[in-house]
């Protein structure tokens, strides 16, 4: 499952959501597709674990020995492995949503910058859109078992959302134990 936005929405929320967003281009034709890229093999195993929590794929944690030292240590490898990743980006994570990169920061935080290619960010409801799809977005997110591991690792994860013109469309903060809470 997808962590764009509609596609990482179960199955009644993403209809529900078609219905409620028709009136927004970009969404309605968001629908099921699913045209993902895997990362380049030539990327290190972290970076790609990293494409796969972005992307909703499991990756069988290949790369998490990198995540188990201090936390500085932790924080110096999730550095080194956004900025390959976005160095190999953007990366088209399925028809409407596109990884432009990450970033490391410190105390074990990724932010995932996600762009909606085709969103139109200043449409009014924007903001509403989002809060009403906050809660299926992190069940979606959480249903991938890479992410409960790096929570219990203590790393947070923020997937930051753009559409046209890299105007903001909205944030899921997903901290450390978030996916055990449901």
């Given at each position: 499952?997808?962590?764009?936005?509609?596609?990482?929405?179960?199955?009644?929320?993403?209809?529900?959501?078609?219905?409620?967003?028709?009136?927004?281009?970009?969404?309605?034709?968001?629908?099921?597709?699913?045209?993902?890229?895997?990362?380049?093999?030539?990327?290190?195993?972290?970076?790609?674990?990293?494409?796969?929590?972005?992307?909703?794929?499991?990756?069988?944690?290949?790369?998490?020995?990198?995540?188990?030292?201090?936390?500085?240590?932790?924080?110096?490898?999730?550095?080194?492995?956004?900025?390959?990743?976005?160095?190999?980006?953007?990366?088209?994570?399925?028809?409407?949503?596109?990884?432009?990169?990450?970033?490391?920061?410190?105390?074990?935080?990724?932010v995932?910058?996600?762009?909606?290619?085709?969103?139109?960010?200043?449409?009014?409801?924007?903001?509403?859109?989002?809060?009403?799809?906050?809660?299926?977005?992190?069940?979606?997110?959480?249903?991938?078992?890479?992410?409960?591991?790096?929570?219990r690792?203590?790393?947070?994860?923020?997937?930051?959302?753009?559409?046209?013109?890299?105007?903001p469309?909205?944030?899921?903060?997903?901290?450390?134990?978030?996916?055990?809470?449901?």
């Open positions: 499952m997808r962590n764009s936005l509609l596609i990482s929405l179960p199955h009644p929320w993403r209809a529900a959501a078609l219905i409620a967003c028709a009136s927004w281009p970009a969404v309605a034709q968001h629908g099921n597709a699913a045209a993902s890229t895997t990362a380049p093999s030539s990327m290190s195993a972290l970076a790609r674990l990293l494409v796969g929590v972005a992307d909703g794929r499991p990756t069988g944690m290949n790369g998490v020995t990198r995540l188990t030292g201090s936390g500085s240590s932790t924080d110096v490898a999730l550095g080194s492995a956004c900025r390959e990743l976005t160095r190999s980006g953007p990366i088209l994570l399925d028809t409407a949503t596109r990884l432009d990169g990450c970033r490391g920061e410190s105390g074990k935080r990724v995932f910058h996600l762009n909606l290619v085709r969103f139109d960010a200043s449409r009014e409801g924007t903001a509403a859109f989002m809060a009403s799809a906050t809660p299926a977005l992190v069940r979606g997110i959480c249903r991938n078992p890479d992410v409960p591991v790096l929570g690792l203590g790393i947070a994860l923020v997937f930051r959302y753009t559409g046209i013109g890299d105007r469309v909205g944030e899921i903060a997903i901290a450390p134990g978030r996916c055990e809470q449901d």
